[in-house]
């Protein structure tokens, strides 16, 4: 309870300050990249929901066309065709997501959590109201995000958020951060389909 109160945020403080700093001048030159390179803003700003299903504005970098509707990425039929040559570059190697490294600092969301969802993702986040999976700070990556992403029915999503929020843990933190950079690197459950475990255990996700 103390590392779900007090440490983890300090954590996450401790990392994301000196990231900001250190990717400062990256983070402005893929701005320019993003503006010379397609029509539209740098950043992509939308409402999600966050602990206790409230909303605040989540930043990502702009990866999509401007003519791309507003939905549900799992609702798109052929979502590459809507994402810009260097959005697919920022997606596969989620540079996209590092603005949220503000979103971190003001205390929106966390390192490792569920992820954010949008008003396009109702049933997931009613799911979330039910388990519980809402009473943690929402994270860039989280278990649904290192066991198959996009590809996940609404059901399985909020099943791994909510074993998450159960078991939250500095070591099931750390298990699901070293599986991020692993995924990161290896790309998995961008655009492709990732092979999910459906016995993994309790144990093997850490429990704590």
Same mark, same amino acid.
């Given at each position: !309870? %103390?590392? #779900? $109160?007090?440490?983890?945020?300090? @954590?996450?403080? =401790?990392?994301? /300050? ?69 959005? !697919? %570059?920022? #997606? $596969?190697?989620?540079?996209?997501? @590092?603005?949220? =490294?503000?979103? /971190? ?79 990161? @690197? ?23």
């Amino acid at each position: !309870m %103390f590392y #779900r $109160k007090v440490v983890k945020r300090l @954590l996450d403080l =401790l990392l994301a /300050i000196p990231m900001l700093i250190i990717l400062l001048i990256p983070l402005i030159i893929v701005g320019i990249i993003i503006k010379l390179t397609s029509e539209g803003p740098v950043l992509f700003i939308q409402e999600r929901y966050g602990r206790n299903s409230k909303p605040f504005a989540l930043y990502k970098f702009r990866s999509m066309t401007n003519k791309a509707p507003v939905k549900a990425n799992s609702e798109f039929e052929d979502i590459t065709s809507y994402v810009t040559p260097f959005g !697919m %570059f920022i #997606r $596969k190697t989620s540079v996209d997501e @590092l603005p949220q =490294l503000w979103n /971190i600092i003001k205390g929106d969301m966390s390192f490792i959590g569920p992820r954010p969802l949008a008003e396009t993702d109702k049933k997931v986040l009613l799911l979330r109201k039910q388990n519980g999976a809402d009473q943690v700070l929402p994270g860039i990556s989280g278990l649904a995000q290192v066991n198959g992403r996009n590809n996940l029915s609404d059901e399985d999503k909020a099943a791994y958020d909510a074993k998450y929020a159960a078991h939250l843990s500095f070591r099931v933190d750390m298990l699901l951060t070293l599986e991020t950079i692993v995924s990161v @690197l290896k790309r998995d459950g961008v655009f492709k389909e990732t092979v999910i475990d459906d016995n993994k255990s309790d144990k093997d996700m850490g429990e704590a």
